[in-house]
């Protein structure tokens, strides 16, 4: 089976724009996982979906979206982009209760 | 709230040499546990994971874990360390079933060197 694919792997933005990252899980998985990784704060949980439905969500600020579509494939969204939104952004699956996870998708804002 | 502790922020060991990691979690009742290993740029690699039952676990790449409820405690151990095994490793917490919650609340890992 394939893994969990995310898309772009990098990308560099600036100040205030916004941006959408994606992710294909591994196929049969419904529940995808999003998390926030600096160096400071370190692993941060971000929101889950499941079955299209946000399941769960971290403590993040409203500038964090997301949404899943009906294949499961799931996107995430940071608007008006900030200098600490730099981070890679891990995406996760799961059909039970292991997540699997991408290779990330590095986000550098300047 | 959940909380995971990984007291050591780095390690160093010589090829060959036994390894333990620690891990230590405060929930209230007792989590899925769970240990991943991040490469240099890469996503996390699941090593284990422990739901129930025999409190020690076999994963993959030689690792095992054990579970110890009295401690809190999660700690990862491998005989014999290659210079692959170079790498950080986290442990995470996440909540039992029945929440319907897949949420994990991970440690702030531990940054594994490996001496030849």
């Known amino acids: 089976k394939a893994g969990v694919t995310q898309t772009p792997r990098y990308l560099i933005k600036t100040r205030g724009q916004q941006v959408t990252l994606s992710c294909s899980p591994i196929?049969?998985?419904?529940?995808v996982s999003w998390y926030q990784q600096t160096p400071g704060q370190g692993l941060q949980f971000l929101f889950e979906y499941f079955s299209e439905t946000q399941r769960n969500k971290g403590n993040f600020p409203g500038r964090f979206s997301g949404r899943q579509f009906s294949n499961s494939r799931s996107e995430m969204n940071v608007s008006t982009l900030e200098l600490g939104d730099s981070a890679l952004y891990l995406c996760?699956?799961?059909?039970?209760?292991?997540?699997?996870f991408g290779p990330g998708t590095r986000l550098t804002v300047t | 709230a959940q909380s995971v502790t990984q007291p050591d922020i780095h390690i160093t060991v010589s090829e060959g040499a036994s390894l333990e990691l620690r891990c230590n979690y405060s929930y209230g009742a007792t989590p899925y546990l769970f240990w991943y290993v991040q490469s240099p740029g890469q996503g996390l690699q699941l090593l284990l994971k422990?739901?129930?039952?025999?409190?020690l676990v076999q994963g993959i790449k030689g690792f095992e874990a054990e579970f110890k409820r009295s401690q809190s405690s999660f700690n990862l151990r491998k005989p014999s360390v290659h210079w692959s095994d170079a790498a950080e490793y986290f442990c995470a917490v996440g909540e039992p079933s029945g929440t319907g919650r897949r949420a994990l609340t991970f440690g702030s890992g531990t940054r594994l060197q490996v001496q030849p």
């Open positions: 996760a699956s799961s059909f039970s209760y292991e997540q699997y």
């Open positions: 422990y739901f129930s039952g025999d409190t």
């Open positions: 196929s049969g998985h419904r529940s």
